[in-house]
């Protein structure tokens, strides 16, 4: 077990529609990233916080938002849904500005299917 | 643009033998290397990294070796066991943007009994 807590672990939904997923960093680690993984692809960084702040950005699409809260949990928010979409959501943390030697931990995922 | 590639989906190996996972990058102002193991309806889980001062970091039966020339790493895992069926991400991150780590698409390991 990361520490990490992802939920809905599963969501299906339709296109055009919009999904909030939900992350809970490990106690006391203050960045969170999001990562998707579409099939047969590698881990696509999207975004990242820094207690409550945006740090770094990736190929996120304009349709999607994020979040972290005061109590560092963070929401993906995908809106307008399409297709290509549907892929697996990772949320990952770690204690700091991620510097040499720190390592992410992962939830388990959200696996979203647009249909 | 894909700036981490793992161009085998796929690898078998027989119990008791060398596994060697390759990972192929272009960037050449990467300078921290990892990998990570990932089970079915889990998430990716930290194995070994590597700094480009180094060209080898080993852990128990896992070693990782960076050749920086050829911007190429690779895992060896020795023995193999069944425990070690999974798929094998590496990734990759610049020190001008050390928050951003750049994932390969991964390798199925299956190591047989």
């Not at chain 2, 989906?9 to 119990?15: A, I, K, R, T, Y």
């Not at chain 2, 790493?73 to 750049?102: E, M, R, T, W």
Request: proline share 4%.
């Amino acid at each position: 077990d990361s520490g990490v807590t992802q939920t809905p672990k599963h969501l299906i939904t339709a296109t055009g529609q919009r999904v909030t997923l939900r992350c809970s960093p490990r106690s006391g680690d203050l960045s969170v990233y999001w990562y998707q993984q579409s099939l047969d692809q590698g881990l696509q960084f999207l975004i990242q916080y820094y207690n409550g702040e945006e740090r770094a950005k990736g190929n996120i699409l304009e349709r999607f938002s994020a979040q972290q809260f005061p109590d560092l949990h963070s929401e993906l928010n995908l809106s307008s849904l399409e297709l290509g979409d549907s892929a697996l959501y990772f949320c990952a943390s770690s204690g700091r500005l991620v510097g040499r030697g720190e390592k992410l931990f992962f939830g388990s995922g959200t696996q979203l299917s647009v249909l | 643009d894909q700036q981490v590639k793992q161009n085998s989906p796929s690898l078998s190996v027989q119990e008791g033998r060398i596994s060697i996972l390759n990972c192929d990058y272009t960037n050449s102002m990467f300078d921290y290397f990892l990998w990570y193991k990932k089970y079915p309806a889990e998430g990716p889980t930290f194995l070994i990294s590597i700094s480009s001062i180094k060209d080898k970091n080993e852990d128990g039966r896992f070693t990782v070796f960076l050749n920086k020339s050829a911007k190429h790493l690779s895992l060896h895992i020795v023995p193999s066991q069944p425990g070690d069926s999974a798929v094998y991400f590496c990734a990759a991150s610049a020190k001008y943007n050390f928050n951003k780590f750049y994932f390969g698409s991964g390798t199925k390991l299956n190591v047989k009994p």
